[in-house]
C-alpha cells in the first residue's frame, strides 16, 4: 500500500508539473471509486485529500470492473471535450502490484475496447525488490492437451504495456522512457 501511494503521488506531481490536461485518480480493488475527478485541478491539498482516501482494506481486486468503469469515464470525457478529441490519445497509468486473483475476472475484452478507443492502458507493477515473493518469481501452471506446463507468470500477463518497478527513486525516468517507448510503437502501428 505505501509503495503504491507513494508511485501515485510521484506520478501525479509529474503530470501536473508537465501540464498533461486533465487528470483523474480512481482507487480500486473489490470496487472503484473515483477519487479525483477531471474537472479538480490537481494541487498538493487535493493529493493529499486523495491519499487519505486510500483504505488498502478490500480482500480482492476486480481488474475487470476497474477497466469497464475507465473506458466508459474516458468516452464520457472525450465526449465532453467536443468533436476535435476523437482521435487524441488518453492515457491510463494503473499502479498495483499486479497480482491476479480469481476476481479479477477476464479484462482481455476492456483491454481491446481500450485500444479501440485510442486509450492507452500503461500498467505500473510496484514490486518490492527485496520481496521473496517477487512477480517476477511467481510462476502458473497450466495443462496444455492434458500436459503439465510451468512458465513464468508475468509472460502470460494480459496487460500489453507494462513496467515492473523494484525502487521508487527510479520511477520518473523509467515511466517517462516507458512512455516514450510505447508511444513510438503506437506511432509504428
Not at 470492473?65 to 466508459?72: A, D, E, F, R, S
Not at 521473496?132 to 500477463?157: A, C
Request: glycine letters at 6%; aromatic letters at 8%.
Amino acid at each position: 500500500g505505501r509503495l503504491a501511494c507513494e508511485a501515485l503521488a510521484l506520478v501525479c506531481q509529474a503530470l501536473s508539473r508537465l501540464e498533461v490536461g486533465q487528470m483523474s485518480v480512481l482507487s480500486f480493488a473489490e470496487t472503484t471509486q473515483l477519487l479525483h475527478p477531471f474537472e479538480r485541478p490537481f494541487s498538493a491539498e487535493a493529493g493529499a485529500h486523495m491519499l487519505s482516501r486510500f483504505t488498502f482494506s478490500q480482500g480482492h481486486t476486480h481488474m475487470e470492473g476497474l477497466l469497464k468503469t475507465v473506458v466508459q469515464t474516458l468516452q464520457l470525457a472525450r465526449l465532453q471535450q467536443g468533436a476535435g478529441s476523437a482521435e487524441q490519445m488518453q492515457l491510463v497509468l494503473i499502479v498495483s502490484d499486479g497480482r491476479r486473483s480469481p476476481s479479477w475476472g477476464d479484462p482481455s475484452l476492456w483491454i481491446r475496447r481500450a485500444a479501440q478507443q485510442h486509450i492507452l492502458l500503461c500498467f505500473v507493477i510496484v514490486d518490492a525488490a527485496a520481496s521473496e515473493d517477487s512477480i517476477m518469481d511467481l510462476q502458473s501452471v497450466s495443462y496444455p492437451n492434458g500436459k503439465l506446463t510451468i512458465s513464468k507468470w508475468i509472460d502470460s500477463f494480459p496487460f500489453p504495456y507494462y513496467i515492473v518497478l523494484r525502487d521508487l527513486v527510479t520511477l520518473p525516468q523509467v515511466l517517462s522512457d516507458a512512455l516514450r517507448q510505447w508511444l513510438e510503437l503506437l506511432q509504428r502501428t
